[in-house]
């Protein structure tokens, strides 16, 4: 059985703008985390505020390469989840290159 959306929350695999599993985990100082690419968006369209309302700049974001790991082992031992992304695997393609 695939674990529920609050589960997948409390283990901090969900995008903090999307609410889907991230790809590319970056983690705020506030600690939480954001799929790159959403958070990009996401701050060019809302003036530099997080879904919080709280002020943020790319700049402040670091890439979590650990969770980048653990939601990788995620990804293959629940591959049908349906909070993981349709383009999960191009996005991680992409990367790899």
């Known amino acids: ?3 529920t959306r609050e589960e997948c929350e409390r283990l901090q695999l969900l995008c903090g703008a999307t609410h889907m599993i991230m790809v590319r985990p970056f983690k705020a ?3 939480k985390y954001y799929d790159f690419i959403n958070i990009q968006n996401y701050l060019g369209s809302k003036n530099s ?3 919080d309302g709280s002020k943020l700049s790319m700049r402040d974001l670091k ?7 653990e939601i990788q082992v995620f990804v293959m031992e629940h591959p049908n ?3 993981i992304p ?3 695997h191009e996005q991680m393609a992409r990367l790899m290159k």
């Open 63 to 69: 890439l979590d390469e650990d969770k980048q790991m």
């Open 1 to 3: 059985m695939d674990p």
């Open 86 to 88: 349709k383009d999960y």
């Open 29 to 31: 100082p506030n600690g």
């Open 49 to 51: 505020k997080a879904p």
């Open 81 to 83: 989840h349906p909070l």
